[in-house]
């Protein structure tokens, strides 16, 4: 059984700085895509930084250049570090798994955690 789990969120002033961190475990396929993603209250869930089936990163362009999507396969782990942090950043952040092809497509995605709060405010 694939499980994922989402830490690192927290309260932080614009300009801030937070490393969001997910586990996996389970058999998790090997070529998957591997994101992030974003949901502000209201709001559909959207991209905000993936792996593709090569390891390949790709950012929505709000934050490139703010944030880094890494991995550390060894231990499972996928990072997110959030740099210059806007307001407009806060929201419910996801991380996911598929071997689908769309990785930048949250509906493709089958394996999912239960998020972790991210809140930019001054």
């Known amino acids: 059984q694939v499980q994922l789990a989402e830490s690192g969120g927290g309260a932080v002033q614009p300009g801030g700085s937070l490393t969001l961190s997910c586990q996996f475990s389970?058999?998790?396929?090997?070529?998957?895509?591997l994101g992030w993603f974003r949901q502000a209250p209201g709001k559909e869930r959207e991209m905000v930084a993936d792996?593709?089936?090569?390891?390949?990163?790709t950012y929505a362009p709000r934050v490139l250049g703010r944030f880094t999507i890494s991995q550390n396969n060894a231990k499972n782990l996928l990072y997110l570090q959030m740099n210059s942090l806007k307001a407009e950043d806060s929201g419910m952040y996801y991380c996911?798994?598929?071997?689908?092809?769309?990785?930048?497509?949250?509906?493709?995605?089958?394996?999912w955690g239960q998020g972790t709060q991210v809140t930019v405010s001054s």
């Open positions: 996911a798994a598929d071997s689908t092809l769309r990785c930048r497509e949250p509906l493709y995605y089958k394996y």
């Open positions: 792996l593709d089936r090569d390891r390949l990163p």
């Open positions: 389970g058999d998790i396929p090997r070529r998957s895509c």
